[in-house]
């Protein structure tokens, strides 16, 4: 039972993976060959090895299970970092959150002191981390790289592809401790837990408003 999952990028609450390394296109500003091409999502990767693992993430095959939510991963690295979420190793010492990893902690609390130091050179909006600057240029570029491989719906980032995918699924591997409701998606646990806690952890950092979800205080700002 998953009682202490949370990711904190603004978009998705999974745990990043190799595929969402140096190795693909997303920086092949660096002018190193990228020979192999991926014929799903069309990203281009240096080695036959790092295809191969990033191809896992389209078919669902050999990926490895965790033994007390059940979530499942396409890389061993990715469920070793997830299983800090359970053991409490990285904990914001201002609301409790759990994280998957030290730099993941240190994005987290932006989230309690307003820090955005990432800057799109386009509109000049700012980010948290540089992954979601990342995410975000995709707005102008138009490039969505995920496809599903049951309706094709595309999408900017691949964990908003594995939340889509259990609509197709009915999986809903995020179950709540207090209530055994289940989602699919972990920040919709992450938001239905502040019914039972009436925590209030995400502030405006201009009028010092609080909100019991992230997408409240999206609307709000």
């Known amino acids: 039972m998953l009682t202490c999952a949370y990711y904190t990028g603004e978009s998705s609450c999974e745990v990043k993976t190799e595929a969402d390394s140096s190795d693909h296109t997303e920086h092949s500003h660096d002018g190193?060959?990228?020979?192999?091409?991926?014929?799903?999502?069309?990203?281009?990767f240096r080695s036959k090895h790092n295809l191969t693992a990033h191809s896992r993430l389209h078919n669902g095959e050999n990926w490895?299970?965790?033994s007390q939510c059940g979530e499942r991963f396409p890389f061993k690295?990715?469920?070793?970092?997830?299983?800090?979420?359970h053991m409490g190793k990285y904990k914001c010492t201002e609301c409790g959150r759990c994280c998957h990893s030290k730099q993941n902690l240190a994005e987290h609390k932006r989230h309690h002191s307003g820090e955005k130091p990432f800057e799109c050179s386009v509109c000049s909006k700012r980010f948290r981390t540089s992954y979601l600057l990342v995410v975000h240029s995709r707005i102008h570029?138009?490039?969505?790289?995920?496809?599903?491989?049951?309706?094709?719906?595309?999408?900017?980032?691949?964990?908003?592809?594995k939340g889509h995918l259990r609509v197709h699924t009915g999986e809903k591997p995020y179950k709540c401790g207090v209530c055994d409701k289940a989602f699919n998606r972990c920040e919709y646990l992450s938001d239905h837990m502040t019914v039972h806690t009436g925590e209030k952890?995400?502030?405006?950092?201009?009028?010092n408003n609080s909100f019991s979800r992230l997408s409240n205080l999206r609307q709000h700002n």
């Not at 690295?77 to 979420?85: K, V």
């Not at 790289?145 to 691949?158: A, E, I, L």
């Not at 995400?202 to 009028?207: A, D, E, G, I």
């Open 141 to 161: 570029s138009g490039d969505k790289p995920y496809k599903c491989h049951v309706c094709d719906k595309t999408f900017t980032q691949n964990g908003s592809l």
């Open 32 to 44: 190193k060959p990228r020979p192999y091409l991926c014929t799903v999502c069309h990203k281009r």
């Open 64 to 66: 490895y299970t965790c």
């Open 77 to 85: 690295s990715a469920l070793y970092q997830h299983m800090n979420i």
């Open 201 to 207: 952890p995400y502030k405006c950092s201009l009028c």
